[in-house]
């Protein structure tokens, strides 16, 4: 009896250690500012004994390793490994497994490929915001009050994802914020703390991505805190998932190889392009979770993530950096669209330094503007626009998106009319849109060459194009002046 018992014991460690959620991010940084590897991350139920990634060119003969970290930010609610793979060679394919050697627990064999470092090389990436976990059909609303919808879904979103990956037309995700909605898991189970059983769920739900290229995140109002029922009358939940803990535990992004901090702001280079992670959410003048998270409960702190200043200096100090290493395109991204970030001081750095797209969430719809410096120029074809172009690529689905999904075209109909509303309460920017739909979508930008940018909007239901943009720049030399 002993023994069996004995035994069944050592079956619930053993499974307790068992890696899931794996994910990627880029990590480390060359002497030309591209990745120099790659970040892994997993969580275990149980603390291992150690962090490890075996990794090599054959899936049959992982004969590197490299040690990594432990967080954990909850008691009772797991752990969360990230180690850091570096040195790798570019636009290679990797093999790899985590796990804990001290206690023989290892995932099975994945594989990713390492970032391109050619100026001249093709590269493309899923970029969006605001993407749900599941749908209504899986995880039925209780309440819907204050934004929340009866009907609503990201599986079409997650599917269009997926079918990207195993076309291979993308190279990585990037999501602009408000990522799987756990502060709103409540309103499936109003009486439950659901907060982290949520986010395991959405990162297992994504892992098949994940765990095979990079998936790149920024800060959403939704990553600032719990504040459900629970999370309010029980002052350790509250205050143990306050100020972005779950988010800057969970993810690794490259902030300590570009100067950044936690995963907040950070920058890193993939092909032609320089690419700058905005923080939209704090640490400049008129944040809205400056002092308190998305609910704004007095005892719910945030911010402060650096000294006063910090935040702008290092993104002025980035820029420039990019500008006078020549880099040919800068595209930034961030949670909040411009109109949310007037006095922030973001908008007029990246007037000064050219910036050439910025990227959004947070409205739950699509909606892209004209040149920044040329308002009047409505097109999809620009030959070196005047100013930034902002898209926002919210519509992917979520429990505060009504469900709408785009008609099923003809072969070769555009049969998605523009949905511009001049009183829109999610406008986000005072000029008319060139196009704006409310319908389920995904962004795809996809570098042609090292002069040419194409962006897509995709239909998430049918995978038809909504709207696209090209964007060609000579070879003139850039009016900013280092």
Not at 1 to 18: K, T, Y
Not at 374 to 383: E, L, P, R, T
Request: charged fraction near 20%.
């Amino acid at each position: 009896m002993v023994w069996q018992i004995s035994f069944l014991c050592f079956l619930a460690v053993s499974a307790h250690l068992e890696p899931e959620q794996i994910h990627l991010a880029f990590a480390g940084q060359d002497a030309s500012g591209y990745p120099s590897g790659m970040t892994v991350s997993w969580f275990t139920r149980s603390e291992p004994k150690d962090s490890t990634v075996q990794y090599g060119v054959s899936a049959s003969q992982l004969d590197q390793s490299t040690t990594g970290h432990v967080k954990h930010y909850m008691a009772n609610e797991g752990f969360h490994s990230h180690a850091e793979i570096l040195g790798l060679k570019p636009s290679t394919k990797y093999f790899y497994r985590v796990g804990s050697a001290h206690d023989s627990k290892w995932s099975e064999v994945f594989s990713f490929t390492s970032a391109s470092r050619d100026a001249e090389g093709r590269i493309s990436l899923a970029i969006f915001g605001d993407m749900g976990y599941e749908s209504s059909e899986e995880r039925p609303m209780v309440i819907t009050l204050h934004g929340l919808e009866k009907k609503w879904s990201a599986k079409e979103s997650r599917e269009t994802l997926e079918k990207w990956k195993d076309e291979k037309s993308i190279d990585f995700i990037w999501h602009l914020g408000d990522i799987g909605y756990m502060d709103d898991s409540y309103a499936h189970s109003p009486v439950r703390f659901t907060y982290e059983t949520a986010y395991n769920g959405y990162m297992n739900w994504l892992q098949n991505l994940t765990s095979s290229m990079a998936y790149m995140v920024t800060a959403g109002n939704h990553e600032s805190e719990c504040h459900s029922p629970v999370c309010v009358v029980d002052p350790f939940l509250g205050r143990a998932l306050m100020n972005f803990t779950a988010y800057n535990h969970r993810w690794h992004m490259p902030s300590r190889s570009s100067a950044g901090r936690a995963n907040m702001w950070y920058s890193f280079n993939v092909g032609p392009i320089h690419f700058v992670a905005l923080n939209t959410e704090t640490d400049f003048p008129g944040a809205e979770e400056s002092k308190t998270g998305d609910g704004h409960i007095s005892w719910l702190k945030a911010g402060h993530f650096g000294a006063e200043g910090e935040y702008l200096r290092w993104l002025e100090a980035d820029l420039k950096a990019a500008r006078a290493a020549g880099k040919k395109w800068i595209v930034a991204g961030g949670h909040r669209p411009l109109m949310r970030l007037k006095h922030s001081g973001m908008i007029e750095l990246l007037e000064k330094y050219e910036v050439d797209f910025y990227f959004a969430g947070h409205a739950h719809r699509y909606w892209r503007d004209p040149p920044s410096g040329d308002i009047n120029a409505s097109s999809s074809f620009y030959k070196d626009p005047k100013g930034y172009i902002q898209i926002v690529s919210g519509g992917a689905g979520c429990d505060e998106m009504a469900y709408k999904v785009a008609p099923q075209c003809s072969a070769g109909e555009a049969c998605v009319p523009s949905e511009h509303k001049a009183d829109d309460p999610e406008r986000t920017s005072e000029l008319n849109p060139v196009y704006a739909t409310d319908v389920l979508s995904m962004g795809r930008l996809n570098v042609v060459n090292s002069t040419t940018m194409h962006f897509e909007l995709v239909d998430s239901k049918h995978g038809q194009i909504l709207d696209q943009i090209w964007v060609t720049k000579t070879a003139k030399v850039s009016t900013y002046l280092v």
